[in-house]
């Protein structure tokens, strides 16, 4: 079982920077891919980014490649979105999610196990 509470959404004026942080809890953490996911009103949850509990590459989608930065702490069971340079269709509730580690880092929401509650980010123009 694993427990996952993000924080730091917020509004922003676009061109700004947030950073999402997503706290795991659980024995054996260091197994699951992390990932964080975002869904804005009247559109599917679409995968942003993720990786490995345990380390190695990232991975992201085409429209945040250059932006967005997914990192973690290990030690603090922690992991990070880093969001520059934010535009208005970034708009969303950002959502953390994990899967066991399969071989593979999943961009499929199905086939993710765990989720947090979600923070809302809010770019204005």
């Known amino acids: 079982q694993v427990q996952l509470v993000e924080s730091g959404g917020g509004l922003v004026q676009a061109g700004g920077s947030l950073r999402l942080s997503c706290a795991a809890s659980?024995?054996?953490?260091?197994?699951?891919?992390m990932g964080w996911f975002r869904q804005a009103p009247g559109k599917e949850r679409e995968f942003v980014a993720a990786?490995?509990?345990?380390?190695?590459?990232?991975y992201s989608t085409e429209s945040v490649k250059g932006r967005f930065t997914i990192s973690r702490h290990n030690a603090k069971n922690t992991v990070y979105l880093q969001m520059n340079s934010l535009k208005p269709e970034d708009t969303a509730v950002y959502y953390c999610?994990?899967?066991?580690?399969?071989?593979?880092?999943?961009?499929?929401?199905?086939?993710?196990?765990?989720w947090g509650q979600g923070t809302q980010v809010t770019v204005s123009s």
């Open positions: 999610a994990a899967h066991l580690w399969r071989g593979s880092v999943y961009r499929d929401r199905r086939s993710y196990d765990y």
């Open positions: 659980g024995r054996t953490v260091n197994l699951y891919v």
């Open positions: 990786m490995r509990s345990s380390g190695g590459s990232t």
